[in-house]
């Protein structure tokens, strides 16, 4: 079975930092897809960005980016200049072959005017 | 193009009630998720639909759960005799292998439930 490890429950930040919020994943397959969602608070779950495993690329979003490290795996996402707007619940989402997201326990970040 | 819409938005219900949930997917997408979501934790995969047909269940879905998508189209979710702890918020979502970009699934505002 899948695991998705996100180590950090909080995190803060200035407004108009950079800032990185980690995942961790383990799973025997070799073509799978990595998302982060972002969840802001009392409200629905919003897709920031995915990745294909067979890519080398990583993928990026505007503001948004991530350090995909397959033979690590390793799927860090970075938001750069953030804002107030960024503010949110973020998860880090596994799907493999069997069609179903597996999700972490997710990164509450906050940004601070 | 609407995004993924769910009915009701809240429910409060007492223990032992039968509550009933709707979940209308984006219209071309042929599959639809649903997941529960406790309080301070990620989403768990409950079951997915490939049109009408219910493909996977989690271990999660006890028999007092149950989940229909008769046309291929609307989904609902229905539990039976509910309990404390049923109290979540329940997730939609779909996704098409078709679309773009492709088997990524998009969330509904999700039901919350309240069991008292």
């Known amino acids: 079975a899948q695991t998705v490890t996100q180590s950090q429950p909080e995190m803060s930040v200035q407004e108009a930092e950079t800032v990185t919020l980690s995942c961790t994943y383990d799973t025997s397959e070799n073509n799978y897809y990595l998302f982060w969602y972002k969840q802001p608070p009392s409200r629905q779950m919003i897709l920031v960005i995915r990745q294909e495993a067979y890519k080398q690329q990583n993928a990026t979003e505007n503001r948004f980016s991530v350090n995909f490290q397959k033979a690590a795996k390793s799927f860090s996402l970075k938001i750069s200049d953030s804002q107030l707007g960024d503010t949110a619940m973020y998860f880090c989402?596994?799907?493999?072959?069997?069609?179903?997201?597996?999700f972490g326990t997710g990164t509450r970040l906050t940004i601070i005017p | 193009d609407t995004g993924v819409s769910q009915d009701p938005r809240h429910k409060i219900t007492k223990r032992g009630q039968n509550v009933t949930f709707r979940c209308d997917p984006i219209?071309?997408?042929?599959?639809l998720y649903w997941y529960r979501q406790t309080l301070g934790q990620g989403p768990e995969f409950l079951t997915y639909?490939?049109?009408?047909?219910?493909?996977?269940k989690s271990r999660l879905l006890s028999d007092r759960f149950s989940a229909e998508r008769p046309k291929g189209s609307f989904s609902t979710l229905e539990i039976q005799r509910t309990e404390q702890g049923d109290s979540a918020m329940y997730l939609c979502a779909s996704s098409s292998p078709l679309a773009a970009p492709p088997d990524t699934q998009y969330f509904g505002p999700g039901t919350r439930l309240t069991v008292l």
């Open positions: 989402a596994f799907r493999g072959g069997n069609e179903k997201l597996t």
């Open positions: 639909f490939q049109n009408e047909a219910q493909l996977e």
């Open positions: 219209s071309e997408h042929n599959r």
